[in-house]
Every structure is written in structure tokens, then in C-alpha cells.
């Protein structure tokens, strides 16, 4: 058992292990970018074409590596969870989406993968979906992320329009030297609200901490490392394209702004470990995003290495929290306290990563912080924005310093769990080794120098032949470092209180933010669905009768009457004997039809019209649609002659109690008739145009071997379209299936 | 119970295959002559409703090829689906039709993939329309059988 259970999350952690060797030795062996094109839809001009540069190939290796640390993570987390099959191939389809949205050089194939990173990520955090707040998260991040996707496509669309192509780089290329017309500004705003939507930023920031219901793994990677890095991924692809433009600038650094503040600030109102996590996450996202927004070179460098460092400590302490959920049973920060003990090695691990959070000297974060700095007192950020830079590092600090030594360090409280243990080496190695990947880039940061620089160089082309020199300069930040490493301890230390503080305020406040603002528009729609649903189903078959007919009627009506032609009567000529007969019966049939009120009687009469209008075909040379006329009516007769005889014993009424004498139904008759014979009349004054019965007669015989030319055109001509006839006509017993099943139950059980 | 007609029940079994036999002809002669996949399907339709009147669908829906509609109607499209595949695979356009005659001296005797598609269309429609008469059918049995027949399903 226990080697079988091991064999799967092998076989599946081998795909991100592969990749990430094969993805790293290209980048050793060839020269960027490279770029490879299929024909997909050649009629629509959609290209399969992905292009890999410096940013590409940077998140491709944050997307494999920190999904290797994911998947042999993910096998000790759900060790012994039944559905962990099923969490690795929602996590391998994760992969390979997020993969092809960073690679896609179609703005419609990015689109289609960028749907894909949504999908998944609504099926992974309803992972656990027999929780209802799962289940709750799980829509809210699919409506946020999914209808901010589709405005993206409609930015895309725009775009691809107003400039001509959809090639991602030629687009970039062009932008700059095309003049900035309405469509191309609603373009971009509407490519920012979905870039903004998938990195939850504000206002569609709410979705995010509320993501953490999903199991820690899958929050570790999509909602800290990858996917939600995918709107600041677009930015940063589009803004060579859209950085001259004032709107562009101000939005990004405005918004990002805001939000890296406002996000920091959230979190010191959160006891759980993994939205603390989530809200400090929330906020370098718009630290990304102001960083995009600015026009030096240095800001392109430090978005690469704050995505980086980013993805190099978060990870792991989402992993550490975790861990400590995994081994206490609770993320409450005031259940946990004097963890260090028991668990030395995660206490390590959490210790390393919050030393790159916090931006210490000798890790990753530092180097980040470094460039940041730099980018920022170029002049052209705006007092608003340092702010909320300093606050953000103050904020980081303290909660480093609440994931690492909080929980690890300080003694627990009254209330803490004892019954503690280590967990084992697969749920260690993840974060230990992320944690010193991030402190050995620390420490020769060079190491990824070339990296930073390819992907900076796709975001600022002027950048291509500088060489980028990162090295360790411990001088000049340590006098920035100090301040904020200061206050940081001291909001670190005032944690408690700044709670019971933000408490109060959220108490006030509560009613105009967006998350209840989201929440009662939720409310709205099953509501607004529920009376228009009432108006038009209301159940009473004469009035859905009257509604289709007398809609279709005045539709056709309508149309007749703006393209009205010349109606032509018909030159008389002597019927067969056939075509009489035939018109008798129909005639015949309807007047009984109006006349008999028993429904049994009334179904075989309706049957006679059906039947005459078969032997009209057969006499009229059309023996094929005489044949199916014959059978359905057969049919049709006798199936509802059943479900008439089921009422007629359940006595559920064995006439039609209606008044014989309905002037609106007349009414209603003599116009779908007229309408009906008024269009006949035009068709035969219009020319027919004999091109397509030419052709047919013709290649018949000649091209599809077949003298019959109604069943040559069914099989062979359109055969596509017959192919699709019987697909539906088969989906549509599936779906009819279950809903006859019920109803054949119920009478039944209402009897018994 | 429902009341049976003998001379129905007697009568069914030859009418059963006399039917199925004429659905299968009128399959067959559709590419030249009126007939077809469709209407095939449709008269073959008629023969498993005539089951279901004379004893009951349970008895019909057995009596049908994979004794259940939906799969009856899922080889059926799944038949016109690879039908296309030759004629793909031989470098044309998916569901380019492709002919093979057996005996030179009778060139009218062909088989083709044309066959195999409206072969296709045929099992698809009696199938499908067996499924919705068959269910609507059952409607009118009782109770009882219903719940057998609903646990046999599963």
C-alpha cells in the first residue's frame, strides 16, 4: 500500500522535474527568443505562435520550479486524502496553462490559456467542495477572475483590430508609433481591468484571501507564486507598447499603490496565518504593478527580481503555514506560540524565507529591496506612492516577523495545543530548499544576473546590450534598511493592539465595501432571474402556444413587410387526383382538430393532417420527406396516445374544457395563415436561383456515386452538418433522459 | 396491469423483424433510390415502439442492439465520426468519401464510407428517438415495474 501510494505523486512530480531540467538546459544552450508557430485556424488567422523571451523564460522557471516544490509538497499534504489524484492533474493542467499564457504570442491563444489558469484555479480551491465556504470561494474567485478575462477579451479584440494584428510582439512593436485613438485607450483599459482582476488589485482585490480555502499547496502556487503574477506578467509584456501613455503611467502606479497600502494594512487585521499570508501577497502585487508603471530601466530590473524573491519566500511560508495547520490542526495565531521545539526544521524554513520577506542583508528580498529603492527616488514617482512603499516595507517586516518568530518563538498562549509533531521530509524539503535558494541568490546574486536582465530587456528593449551588475552592496541600504526594519518591529511588536484596532474600523466600514458590495449584487441575481422566469414560465400551455405563434408571426410579418416584393398567383392547373385527396385530408383533419373536444379523438385527427401532408410530398416528388412524415406521425401518435391514456387513469381530465368559440385564437389563426400564404405568394414571384439544385443534379452522380440526390447531399455534400444533426439529437436525449426518469417516478409514487 | 392484446402479441414478433428487415432496405437503397439513414432509423424507430406497446420498454429497450438507447445512439454518431477518417487520413478533407468496388464486373455493388456514415446516421436516430419514445412510453406503466426497472438501469 504504502509503495503503491507513493507511485502516482512520482509519475506526476516528474512532469514539472522535466520540464524545469529541460527548460533551464535550453536556456543554457540557446539564444532567446525562440518562437514556434502552428496553423490552428487558418480561416480566422489564429496561429498557434508562441514566442519565449527573457520574461517568458523567467516565469517558466518560477512555473516549473516552484511547482516541483508544489507537487512533492502536495504529496505529503494530501497524503492520505482520497481525491489527491485528482489535486495532481488539476495542478499538471494548471502547469501547462499557466506555461502557455506566459509563452502565447496570439492574443486570442493567451486568452484561451489565461481562461484555462481561471478554470483551474475555481476547481482547485473548491478542492475541498464538500465545505461550503470552499465551495463559496471557489465562485467568487471564477466570477472575479473569469468575468475579468472576458473583459480582457474584449480589450484583446479591440486591440487586435485597431492595430491590425494579433501577434503579441508585433503589436508591442507597432504601438508606440500609431496615434492613440478612443478604441485603442478603451482597449487598454479594458486589458487593465482583467490584468488588474487576475492580480487582485483594487477593487477586485477581495477574492484573493478569500482563495485560501484551497488546500496550502495549491495557495502556495497559484495564489502566491503564479497565477495571480499573471496580470502583472501582461503589464509588464504590454507596457514597451502602452508605457509612453500618461493614462497607462498613472493608472498603474495609482492603482498599484493603493493597493500595495491597502493590502498591508489588511493584514494586520487577519488571525489566520494563510490570510496574512494572502494580504501581504495582495500588496506586492501592486507593488508590481507601480514598478511596471515606471519609466526607468531599474524599475524593469527590480519587477524581475521582486517576482523572483517574491516567489522564493512566499512559497515557503505558505508552506510553513502549512505545515503548522497540518501538524497543530489550526492557523490561528492565538493558539500557536513555542512551535521552535517541536518543530525545528519548519521553524528553520520559516526563519530563512521571513529574512528575504523582510528584506535582511544576505537574502534575495534584500537585493529586490535594493533596485526597488533605486527605481523609486528616480523622480518620477509620486509622494503618494513612496508612502505607500515605506508602509508596505514596514508592513512586510512584521509579518515576517509574526510567520517566523511569532509562532515559532514567543511562548504560546494559555489556550495552545501540545499535541505537536514534525512533519515529514516531503512537506520539509519544499520550503526548506526554496528558503535557501532565495538566501544563496542572496548571497551571489550574480547568479541571476543574467536572468534579470533578459527578462528586463523584454520589458525595456532600450536595455538589450547593457550588462546588469548585481552584486552585494551592503553599505547603502542598510541606512533605508534601518528605518523601516525599526518600525517594522515596532507594528510587529503592537500586532494585538493594531488588531482590536482595525476590528473597529472594519465593523464601520463594512457596509460600503466592495466584498459586500459583490456580496449583495450575488444576492440580486437569483432574485432578478426568479421574476422574469416567473412572467415567461408560468405553466399554462394555450399561452405559450399563442406567445410563440403570434411572436414568430409578427417577426415574419415584419420582415415580409420591409422586403415586400410582388406577389405572384399561381397559374391554375388541373391537380392529380392525388394531390386532392391528400388536400382533403388535411382539410379534413384540421376541421376536426377545432370541432372535437375528447383528446384521444383529437390526436387522431391532428394525425390526418400529418398524414396528408405525407401523401402531399409523396405526389409532389418529394418520396423521401413522404417517408419520414409517415414515420414520425406514426410515432408521435402513438407515444402521445400513451402519456394521454396515463392522464386519462391518473382522471386528470379526459376533454378539453374549453369554450368551443375563441375570437383571439380565430384571430390569431387567420393571421399566421395569411402571413404564411403571403409569403408563399412572394416566393413564387421571386426569380429561383438554380445554381445550387444545378450543381447537386449534376456532381451526384459524377462526384459522390449516388443517384438519390436528397441522401447524397445528407452523407456526403453536408455530410459535416449531418454529423452535427446527430450529435445534438443524442445530447439531447442525455439531457432529456434524467428529466423524463423523474418525471415517470413521480406519478407513481404519488399513487402508491 | 396493463390489459394486452393477443392478436398484438402474437403479431409482433414477425411484424418486429418484417419492420426492422424494411428499415434495413430502405438503409441500404438510399443512395440511389428514396431511402435513407434517417428514414432507416426512423421506421426502425417504429419497430421498437411496436415492442414497447405489445409488451412493455423494459422488453423493447433489451430487445435493441447494446440494449440501451444512449448507447445505441452514441456508436451510432461515433460510426459517422470515424467514417471521415479514411478519407482524412488519405490526405482530403475530413469525411471525404471513399469507394471500393468488390466486383469489377458488377460496378454498382460498392462498399464505401459513405455506407458506413449513413450506417451511422441510422443507428444514431433509432437510438436517440427510441430513447425519448421509450421513456415517454413508460409513463403510462405502473408503478412497480418502474422501480425494477429504474434499479436496473443504475
Not at chain 1, 538566501?439 to 544576473?449: C, E, N
Not at chain 1, 436561383?689 to 444545378?694: D, I, K, T, V
Request: hydrophobic share 55%.
Amino acid at each position: 500500500m504504502g509503495a503503491f501510494s507513493l507511485i502516482w505523486p512520482l509519475l506526476f512530480t516528474l512532469i514539472p522535474l522535466s520540464t524545469f531540467i529541460a527548460i533551464s538546459w535550453a536556456l543554457f544552450n540557446h539564444a532567446l527568443p525562440w518562437q514556434f508557430t502552428w496553423v490552428w485556424v487558418a480561416a480566422l488567422d489564429v496561429e498557434l505562435a508562441f514566442r519565449v523571451d527573457g520574461l517568458s523564460a523567467l516565469m517558466l522557471l518560477m512555473i516549473t520550479g516552484i511547482g516541483l516544490a508544489v507537487f512533492v509538497y502536495t504529496g505529503g499534504y494530501l497524503a492520505d486524502h482520497p481525491a489527491r489524484k485528482r489535486a495532481y492533474l488539476l495542478l499538471t493542467l494548471f502547469l501547462i496553462a499557466m506555461a502557455g499564457s506566459v509563452t502565447a504570442d496570439h492574443l486570442l491563444v493567451l486568452f484561451m490559456f489565461w481562461e484555462g489558469t481561471s478554470l483551474l484555479s475555481f476547481l482547485l480551491v473548491g478542492f475541498y467542495h464538500e465545505r461550503e465556504s470552499s465551495r463559496k470561494s471557489a465562485q467568487q474567485s471564477l466570477l472575479v477572475t473569469g468575468s475579468g478575462g472576458l473583459i480582457l477579451l474584449a480589450g484583446f479584440i479591440l486591440l487586435g483590430e485597431a492595430v491590425g494584428s494579433y501577434r503579441l510582439s508585433g503589436i508591442i512593436a507597432t504601438l508606440p508609433d500609431i496615434p492613440q485613438t478612443h478604441t485603442l485607450h478603451l482597449a487598454m483599459l479594458l486589458i487593465l481591468v482583467g490584468a488588474f482582476t487576475k492580480s487582485a488589485q483594487i477593487p477586485f482585490h477581495f477574492w484573493l484571501p478569500n482563495a485560501m480555502s484551497a488546500p496550502t499547496p495549491v495557495s502556495a502556487y497559484l495564489h502566491s507564486a503564479t497565477m495571480v503574477k499573471l496580470g502583472v506578467y501582461l503589464l509588464a509584456r504590454l507596457d514597451p507598447g502602452f508605457g509612453d501613455w500618461v493614462i497607462w503611467e498613472l493608472l498603474l502606479k495609482g492603482v498599484g499603490s493603493v493597493t500595495a497600502a491597502w493590502g498591508m494594512i489588511l493584514t494586520l487585521r487577519e488571525r489566520d496565518l494563510k490570510r496574512i499570508l494572502a494580504w501581504s501577497t495582495v500588496a506586492t502585487l501592486g507593488t508590481l504593478v507601480v514598478l511596471v508603471g515606471l519609466r526607468s530601466e531599474n524599475a524593469s530590473v527590480a519587477v524581475g527580481l521582486l517576482l523572483l524573491a517574491h516567489a522564493l519566500y512566499k512559497a515557503p511560508l505558505f508552506f510553513v503555514a502549512g505545515n503548522i495547520d497540518h501538524c497543530t490542526g489550526t492557523r490561528q495565531l492565538d493558539r500557536l506560540g513555542g512551535l521552535r521545539r517541536q518543530m525545528p526544521w519548519t521553524a528553520l524554513a520559516a526563519l530563512l524565507a521571513a529574512a528575504s520577506m523582510a528584506g535582511l542583508p544576505l537574502s534575495f528580498g534584500f537585493v529586490a529591496k535594493e533596485v526597488i529603492m533605486d527605481a523609486k527616488s528616480a523622480g518620477d514617482v509620486f509622494l503618494f506612492a513612496r508612502i505607500a512603499n515605506t508602509v508596505f516595507g514596514i508592513i512586510a517586516v512584521a509579518v515576517a516577523g509574526t510567520t517566523a518568530i511569532r509562532v515559532f518563538w514567543l511562548h504560546p498562549p494559555a489556550e495552545a495545543i501540545h499535541k505537536v509533531h514534525e512533519c515529514g521530509p516531503a512537506l520539509l524539503m519544499p520550503p526548506l530548499i526554496l528558503a535557501l535558494v532565495g538566501i544563496g541568490l542572496g548571497i551571489f546574486p550574480f547568479m541571476a544576473q543574467d536572468l534579470i536582465a533578459a527578462a528586463a530587456a523584454a520589458m525595456h528593449p532600450s536595455m538589450v546590450d547593457q550588462p546588469l551588475n548585481l552584486s552585494l552592496n551592503l553599505q547603502s541600504a542598510w541606512a533605508a534598511l534601518g528605518m523601516s526594519l525599526l518600525l517594522g518591529t515596532l507594528v510587529f511588536l503592537l500586532w494585538d493592539k493594531l488588531h482590536i484596532g482595525l476590528e473597529w474600523m472594519d465593523a464601520r466600514l463594512g457596509r460600503i465595501s466592495v466584498v459586500s458590495v459583490y456580496e449583495r449584487s450575488l444576492d440580486w441575481i437569483p432574485l432578478v432571474a426568479a421574476a422574469i422566469t416567473r412572467r415567461l414560465q408560468h405553466g399554462i400551455l394555450p399561452v405559450y402556444v399563442a406567445t410563440l405563434l403570434g411572436s414568430v408571426t409578427f417577426v415574419l410579418g415584419a420582415g415580409l413587410w420591409l422586403g415586400r416584393t410582388d406577389t405572384v398567383w399561381p397559374a391554375w392547373e388541373a391537380p392529380s387526383a392525388g394531390v386532392v385527396s391528400a388536400c382533403c385530408l388535411i382539410i379534413l383533419g384540421a376541421i376536426a382538430t377545432a370541432l372535437i373536444r375528447d383528446r384521444l379523438v383529437l390526436l387522431l385527427a391532428n394525425g390526418l393532417i400529418g398524414y396528408g401532408s405525407a401523401i402531399l410530398f409523396l405526389f409532389l416528388g418529394s418520396p423521401d420527406l413522404a417517408y419520414t412524415q409517415f414515420t414520425v406521425e406514426t410515432i408521435f401518435v402513438i407515444v402521445v396516445a400513451a402519456i394521454l391514456l396515463k392522464l386519462k387513469r391518473l382522471e386528470m381530465g379526459n376533454s378539453v374544457a374549453e369554450p368551443r368559440w375563441r375570437p383571439m385564437a380565430a384571430l390569431l389563426a387567420a393571421t399566421v395563415a395569411s402571413v404564411l400564404t403571403l409569403l408563399l405568394l412572394m416566393v413564387y414571384g421571386a426569380t429561383f436561383n438554380p445554381q445550387l439544385s444545378e450543381y447537386f443534379g449534376h456532381n451526384s452522380v459524377v462526384a459522390a456515386h449516388g443517384r438519390n440526390v436528397v441522401n447524397v447531399i445528407l452523407v456526403d455534400f453536408r455530410a459535416m452538418d449531418t454529423l452535427g444533426e446527430i450529435s445534438v439529437v443524442m445530447l439531447s436525449l442525455l439531457a432529456a433522459l434524467p428529466l423524463l426518469r423523474a418525471l415517470r417516478l413521480k406519478p407513481a409514487g404519488g399513487q402508491a | 396491469m396493463k390489459p394486452r392484446v393477443v392478436i398484438l402479441l402474437v403479431v409482433a414478433k414477425p411484424l418486429y423483424w418484417l419492420i426492422l428487415l424494411v428499415s434495413v432496405w430502405v438503409l441500404l437503397r438510399g443512395h440511389h433510390e428514396p431511402g435513407g439513414g434517417f428514414i432507416g432509423g426512423l421506421i426502425a424507430v417504429s419497430a421498437t415502439v411496436l415492442w414497447a406497446v405489445a409488451h412493455n420498454t423494459t422488453a423493447a429497450r433489451h430487445r435493441l442492439p447494446l440494449r440501451d438507447p444512449v448507447w445505441l445512439a452514441a456508436s451510432g454518431v461515433l460510426l459517422a465520426l470515424l467514417s471521415g477518417v479514411p478519407g482524412w487520413l488519405s490526405g482530403q478533407a475530413y469525411l471525404t468519401h471513399l469507394w471500393l468496388s468488390v466486383l469489377p464486373a458488377w460496378p454498382d455493388l460498392s462498399v464505401s464510407t459513405v455506407m458506413l456514415f449513413d450506417a451511422g446516421v441510422y443507428l444514431g436516430v433509432w437510438g436517440a428517438l427510441s430513447g425519448y419514445s421509450l421513456a415517454l412510453l413508460a409513463v403510462d406503466e405502473n408503478g412497480q415495474e418502474n422501480g425494477e426497472e429504474h434499479g436496473r438501469d443504475r
